[in-house]
């Protein structure tokens, strides 16, 4: 080990009353990628702000580059090679790319005149080193995120980074571009650069880091090498909970098929799609994006028309115009990104729970019975296990796994034979994802027939009977989750098999 670039050490700071961090101490190698892992409001980002100096902290000691600290200011982070690579990634939207990159440069140089020829090349240079092309007179507003992202790495480099601090990078990118972003964090480093990697995703963690560290609660849990590591361990230390082996075996309900997909066909989109899915019965859909899984979702729900096809329920063909008829059919759908297709933000969590069961809940002027919605709305809070002290409270107060806890709600409100769900746990933390695993098992077990559409294929094998393969638009095998593995989904999914 070629030794520390940081060491931070029973680092304290508190926000009046609040104890962000409780003294948590911090190693990053020199070169290493480091994840800091921990879930939301654990104190990561607050470690980040003491590091490149913009907090100070209440007690402890930074150790940089051999170096001593108790505090420390932004420009003596910066001129020690820390860099931080913030959400924002704070670039001017009007300037070029070029000008962005010179700025700092600018400021760096003490020279009145500033030799653009220079600059210029030295920003070439930058762009090159981490492998990454752009045209350096485009408007930085016109970029990508993840383009955007690339160039505050950039203009790092141009500070002469030795560590860059992402704070939760891949929150805003597509699954592509958190591949070309690795990419760019292992070059980086090839050159010699230490990566802190601040994120609560698993399987980031795992893909990218050497080591890792977690917090919880403001203070340590857990450090190591991250090939130590496993599924289970990392959820225990991000929650402090234990987590029962997940699986799934439906229970045996006699009758038709709740759902049924009779030969549905919708241009080249998806041809010949059939299935049933039985009570009680969870049933997965995977595949790569492009496969047509997701186009078939709509149309089951409604908002997509097919060209061929019949759709049954409880054995009775049926007509799904629109998100009304599958409704009034009692099927339930929870898309892929709630927060623009699912929750009313700005409204409270209750209005939220019960806004499509208010027929139930009012009487025949439309006024609500105030007891009985309130009993509602209780009883799923506790159902559900929704973290929230006072339900009057916005939904857009909530973190992404209570929020999605709270479509759900909304769902089972209604009396549903079967409920639809497009990636549910996308975004969500790890103890929320295993809560609404449970609840799905649960539900099901009563009867509800549930499809989850997912590429998260632990998911899948952790919630499902069987589990399909769409590729090129067509099912290609059905298996039983029981009696696969993750390896063989993929590769079936990717048509290596
Ligand atoms: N500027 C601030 N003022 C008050 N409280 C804050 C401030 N920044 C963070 N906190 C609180 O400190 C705790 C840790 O927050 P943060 O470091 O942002 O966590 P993380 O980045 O791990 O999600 C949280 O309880 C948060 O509400
Ligand atoms: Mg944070």
Redesign the pocket.
């Known amino acids: 080990m070629p030794g520390f670039i940081l060491q931070a050490r029973n680092i304290r700071k508190s926000?009046?009353g609040?104890e962000?961090l409780r003294g948590v101490n911090l190693d990053v190698g020199a070169g290493e990628i480091h994840c800091l892992a921990?879930?939301?409001?654990?104190?990561?980002?607050?470690?980040i702000k003491i590091i490149s100096g913009f907090y100070e902290a209440d007690g402890g000691e930074l150790e940089l580059n051999g170096r001593r600290f108790s505090r420390l200011t932004p420009l003596e982070a910066i001129s020690l090679g820390v860099q931080v690579i913030y959400q924002d990634f704070s670039l001017f939207p009007n300037l070029t790319v070029m000008e962005n990159l010179a700025i700092n440069m600018e400021l760096m140089d003490k020279r009145r005149f500033v030799n653009y020829a220079r600059m210029r090349r030295a920003a070439g240079e930058a762009v090159a080193k981490i492998g990454f092309s752009v045209d350096m007179n485009e408007l930085v507003e016109n970029l990508s995120i993840a383009r955007k992202q690339i160039i505050a790495i950039c203009r790092a480099l141009l500070y002469g980074a030795r560590l860059i601090i992402m704070?939760e990078p891949t929150t805003a990118l597509t699954k592509k571009e958190v591949r070309s972003l690795f990419q760019v964090i292992k070059n980086l480093q090839a050159q010699g650069i230490a990566i802190l990697f601040?994120s609560h995703k698993l399987d980031e963690v795992f893909e990218i880091s050497e080591r890792f560290t977690i917090?919880r609660n403001?203070q340590n849990v857990a450090a190591g090498n991250t090939s130590e590591l496993d599924a289970k361990r990392f959820a225990f230390y991000m929650t402090g909970r234990e987590f029962a082996d997940e699986a799934y075996a439906a229970p045996e309900f006699s009758g038709p098929p709740v759902l049924e997909a009779r030969g549905l066909s919708s241009g080249n989109v998806y041809r010949d799609i059939s299935f049933t899915v039985s009570r009680g019965e969870i049933f997965g859909i995977t595949g790569l994006l492009g496969s047509g899984r997701g186009e078939l979702v709509r149309t089951l729900f409604g908002v997509q028309r097919p060209d061929a096809g019949t759709i049954l329920i409880n054995g009775e063909p049926v007509k799904i115009r629109g998100v009304k008829d599958a409704i009034a059919l009692g099927v339930g759908y929870v898309p892929a990104d709630r927060l623009t297709e699912g929750l009313f933000l700005s409204q409270s969590i209750g209005r939220n729970i019960v806004v499509s069961s208010l027929k139930k809940l009012s009487n025949a002027a439309g006024i609500l019975f105030p007891d009985k919605t309130r009993e509602e709305i209780t009883s799923w809070i506790s159902e559900l296990a929704i973290n929230t002290g006072d339900y009057e409270r916005q939904v857009k107060t909530l973190s992404g796994g209570n929020q999605q806890k709270v479509v759900l709600a909304r769902w089972l409100a209604n009396d549903l034979k079967a409920l639809i769900l497009n990636g549910p746990t996308v975004g969500v933390d790890i103890g929320s994802k295993y809560d609404i695993h449970a609840l799905l098992r649960k539900l099901a077990s009563r009867g509800l027939s549930v499809i989850i559409i997912s590429d998260d294929l632990p998911e899948l094998l952790a919630c499902c009977n069987r589990i399909v393969v769409m590729r090129e638009g067509r099912i290609v095998k059905e298996l039983k989750a029981s009696e696969t593995t993750e390896a063989r989904l993929g590769e079936i999914a990717t048509g290596v098999a």
């Open positions: 926000f009046g609040v962000a921990g879930e939301n409001g654990c104190g990561k980002s607050t470690l704070d601040v917090f403001g």
